[in-house]
DNA sequence: CCAGTGATCAGG
DNA sequence: CTGATCACTGGA
C-alpha cells in the first residue's frame, strides 16, 4: 500500500509539554509516532511501534529502584530528556524521560518501522523488533544523546506527530527481561506493540 | 540453548 | 579494587 505524501514542511514536532504525563500513558500514546534521524546521508523516518514503561523508584524493574546514581540521574530530569545506557557490553537503549522533574519515570523504544519516501510515495518498510536493533538503526551512542531533549532538533534526533493517516492495533504483554523484579512487576502489562497499516 | 561484551554498582 | 549482573541478539 502506497499513499502520496511529502515530509517536507509536515514535521510538527511534538513539544515538552507531551513528554510531562506518567510513563503508562506515554508508552501508550508514543506508538505510531514519527521518530527523525537526521544523518549525513539523509533524514531518516521511521514509525514507533513497541515501547516499554518505567515507573519511578517502586517499580522494581526500574533503574531507579536504587534511587539516584551516575547513571540515573538523567531519569530525574523533566520529561523529554533522552536516557541512553549500554546492555550486554553491546546495545545503545533509547529511552525518553517522562513526567515531571524528579519524577524518574522512562519509556524504553523497543521497536521502530522505517518509513520508505519515493517519489512522494510513501510506504512501510523494514521492522527493527527489538529495543538493541533499534539503537543500532538509529545510531544512538550516550555521548551525543544521553541528557539531551527529544524534542530538540540539533541532536539530529527528534520525533514529530503523525502527519498522515495510519490504521494502528494496540496489544500490550508483561514486560521483557525483568524476572529479577519479582512480583507484581513482572506482571505489569507495561509493554505495548502496534501493528500498523498506512 | 548459550556466548559475546563492557558499563555499572555494591561490597571489601 | 574486584566480581556479578544486565530493560539483548544471533547463531547452534
Same mark, same amino acid.
Given at each position: 500500500?502506497?499513499?502520496?505524501?511529502?515530509?517536507?514542511?509536515?514535521?510538527?514536532?511534538?513539544?515538552?509539554?507531551?513528554?510531562?504525563?506518567?510513563?503508562?500513558?506515554? =508508552?501508550?500514546?508514543?506508538?505510531?509516532?514519527?521518530?527523525?534521524?537526521?544523518?549525513?546521508?539523509?533524514?531518516?523516518?521511521?514509525?514507533?511501534?513497541?515501547?516499554?514503561?518505567?515507573?519511578?523508584?517502586?517499580?522494581?524493574?526500574?533503574?531507579?529502584?536504587?534511587?539516584?546514581?551516575?547513571?540515573?540521574?538523567?531519569?530525574?530530569?523533566?520529561?523529554?530528556?533522552?536516557?541512553?545506557?549500554?546492555?550486554?557490553?553491546?546495545?545503545?537503549?533509547?529511552?525518553?524521560?517522562?513526567?515531571?522533574?524528579?519524577?524518574?519515570?522512562?519509556?524504553?523504544?523497543?521497536?521502530?518501522?522505517?518509513?520508505?519516501?519515493?517519489?512522494?510515495?510513501?510506504?512501510?518498510?523494514?521492522?527493527?523488533?527489538?529495543?538493541?536493533?533499534?539503537?543500532?538503526?538509529?545510531?544512538?551512542?550516550?555521548?551525543?544523546?544521553?541528557?539531551?531533549?527529544?524534542?530538540?532538533?540539533?541532536?539530529?534526533?527528534?520525533?514529530?506527530?503523525?502527519?498522515?493517516?495510519?490504521?494502528?492495533?494496540?496489544?500490550?504483554?508483561?514486560?521483557?527481561?525483568?524476572?529479577? =523484579?519479582?512480583?507484581?512487576?513482572?506482571?505489569?502489562?507495561?509493554?505495548?506493540? =502496534?501493528?500498523?497499516?498506512?
Amino acid at each position: 500500500m502506497k499513499k502520496n505524501f511529502s515530509f517536507g514542511t509536515n514535521e510538527i514536532i511534538i513539544p515538552q509539554q507531551f513528554y510531562l504525563q506518567n510513563s503508562i500513558s506515554l =508508552a501508550k500514546k508514543l506508538l505510531g509516532k514519527i521518530l527523525v534521524r537526521n544523518l549525513p546521508n539523509g533524514k531518516q523516518y521511521f514509525i514507533i511501534t513497541e515501547t516499554e514503561a518505567y515507573f519511578g523508584e517502586k517499580d522494581k524493574a526500574c533503574h531507579c529502584r536504587k534511587g539516584k546514581t551516575p547513571r540515573t540521574e538523567v531519569m530525574y530530569k523533566q520529561g523529554g530528556t533522552i536516557y541512553v545506557y549500554l546492555i550486554y557490553g553491546m546495545y545503545w537503549m533509547l529511552n525518553i524521560v517522562s513526567g515531571k522533574k524528579n519524577h524518574p519515570e522512562a519509556v524504553l523504544i523497543r521497536g521502530i518501522q522505517k518509513i520508505n519516501v519515493e517519489n512522494n510515495k510513501i510506504s512501510l518498510g523494514k521492522l527493527y523488533d527489538g529495543p538493541g536493533k533499534t539503537g543500532k538503526i538509529l545510531q544512538i551512542n550516550k555521548k551525543d544523546f544521553n541528557g539531551k531533549n527529544i524534542y530538540d532538533t540539533s541532536t539530529n534526533l527528534y520525533i514529530i506527530d503523525t502527519p498522515f493517516e495510519i490504521e494502528m492495533s494496540i496489544k500490550r504483554t508483561p514486560r521483557i527481561g525483568i524476572n529479577y =523484579a519479582g512480583k507484581p512487576w513482572t506482571e505489569k502489562l507495561w509493554r505495548f506493540i =502496534a501493528e500498523i497499516n498506512i
